[in-house]
């Protein structure tokens, strides 16, 4: 019987067609995002390290004994994009109708991401995103045989595991007429040398595979169940909103022509350099000028007034070479976003500093990137809560409906503040009646088991029912 998507022979043919046609050039991505350095072992029988952004070189510059230069100008922009996301904890708030919901909520959606990594599991989702342009949050059951029993939040959350799926082991069917329903997905995973293992899933039902060959692909069916859950247990999340399309805007992609450009250039100067960088003298009506050395002091005596000795060679300045370096670096700016302040390095005259103001319009193009991204990753994690309460509520394990499964995050500032002015904000917020426990985890003194990380308000009960 056919069963769409979960086919064998369907998603045999899915996979074939993801590899050859998207994930050659997902690991393109990540190839020029991390830049491994990898041995290759030459014809008579050395060994050269290359690296990978050498694979974006003229055939010119990758000939043996040519100088090769590569500059990684994508990884730190990346990781300051992720430091400005994820820098620091982000407080998950319930919209819940009561009090006790809204801590039960909290305490459990804290709990989860806590448990599944915390903040490197927030830097991780936006390391992935922005290298590959989207990535994908897989919520696993791990405990299916308990129903009907309740238990408290963070019992509640290891039930479950929040696992990232990264681009190239991702296969995704979407709707026809929505692209943005997920109605099967698949994920890879290498177990062993020359075995695999594709997990699938639909609204109704799960699969699993094992393969014994990846180049000649064969699957084999290991496992199946229903899908209890009633829906495919995947939120997507796009780095950067891409209207009508699936995947969203990488932070990488934009970046290769001009790191390419980059790396070609300044190998071109290492090659001009290593070639000029010595001077060489011509000496002529001057006996034995060959047989002495060119040196400090060095001296030569000859009677011929006709003798004379000429230099050339050296490394000669080259403005345009300069500039066209200095304009690709100002490029590269540009189209990501990033500039060096935002990685902490201060060139030139940039003024005073001191002023939370100055710091904006200097970073402008990062914050605002930021912001965009806060967009897309805050209503993914908005997303991800809502299919752990659904999970829950499906396995009988917290009672719940849609209503209850709302949320808002609180973002912390990205730009560095004054702890005077913080301290003053803090407490007109007191003045204007919030919480004092909700002010004191926005300063960092809550409590440490159940602070902003964990989700968990410390608000007072009694107070919150009387306003």
């Known amino acids: 019987m056919k069963t769409g998507f979960l086919d064998s022979d369907v998603l045999t043919e899915r996979l074939a067609g993801h590899r050859l046609e998207r994930e050659p050039w997902l690991r393109r991505l990540w190839s020029y995002y991390r830049n491994p350095v990898v041995a290759e072992s030459a014809r008579d029988g050395s060994v050269r390290h290359r690296t990978a952004q050498e694979a974006g070189l003229p055939e010119r510059l990758r000939r043996p004994g ?56 927030l830097q991780n989702l936006a390391l992935l995103g922005s290298v590959y342009g989207h990535v994908d949050v897989l919520l696993r059951v791990r405990e299916t045989g308990v129903v009907g029993r309740r ?3 963070d019992a509640l959350a290891s039930r479950f595991a929040l696992e990232l799926v990264e681009a190239p082991r991702a296969v995704p069917e979407t709707d026809a007429n929505d692209y943005r329903r997920l109605v099967g997905y698949a994920v890879q995973t290498r177990v062993g040398a020359g075995r695999g293992r594709v997990e699938a899933w639909t609204d109704l039902g799960y699969r699993r595979f094992t393969e014994a060959d990846r180049d000649d692909v064969g699957l084999e069916l290991e496992a199946r169940g229903v899908n209890q859950l009633g829906r495919v247990p995947v939120v997507h999340i796009q780095n950067i909103a891409q209207p009508l399309r699936y995947a969203g805007l990488s932070d990488v992609e934009p970046l290769l022509p001009l790191q390419d450009e980059l790396n070609t250039r300044l190998s071109d100067r290492a090659n001009r350099v290593t070639f000029q960088s010595f001077k060489m003298y011509l000496g002529k009506g001057i006996e034995g000028f060959t047989e002495r050395l060119v040196g400090p002091g060095q001296m030569w005596a000859t009677d011929n007034p006709e003798a004379t000795i000429e230099s050339f060679g050296g490394d000669a300045v080259s403005p345009s070479e300069e500039s066209h370096l200095r304009e690709l670096r100002d490029a590269l700016d540009k189209v990501s976003g990033v500039t060096p302040i935002a990685a902490g390095l201060i060139r030139g005259r940039v003024g005073n500093l001191t002023s ?38 499906v396995m009988g394990w917290y009672g719940n409906d849609p209503r209850d499964r709302r949320i808002r995050l609180e973002w912390p500032s990205m730009l560095p503040e004054n702890e005077g002015q913080v301290l003053k904000n803090a ?32 608000e007072d009960i009694d107070q919150e029912r009387t306003r």
């Open 66 to 121: 040519r100088e090769v230069v590569t500059e990684n100008d994508i990884a730190w922009r990346v990781h300051s994009l992720v430091d400005f996301m994820f820098g620091r904890p982000v407080a998950i708030r319930s919209e819940a109708g009561t009090v006790e919901r809204r801590r039960f909520i909290e305490r459990f959606l804290g709990s989860l991401i806590e448990q599944s990594g915390g903040v490197q599991f």
């Open 427 to 458: 407490q007109a917020k007191a003045e204007l009646g919030v919480p004092r426990g909700r002010i004191l985890d926005e300063l960092g003194y809550g409590d440490s088991e159940g602070g902003a990380a964990a989700g968990e308000p410390h």
């Open 356 to 393: 939370e103001n100055a710091l904006r319009v200097i970073l402008m193009g990062t914050l605002a990137k930021t912001e965009k991204k806060r967009v897309t990753y805050g209503d993914g994690l908005a997303r991800v809560s809502e299919l752990a309460l659904h999970a829950a509520h």
């Open 151 to 153: 238990v408290d939040a």
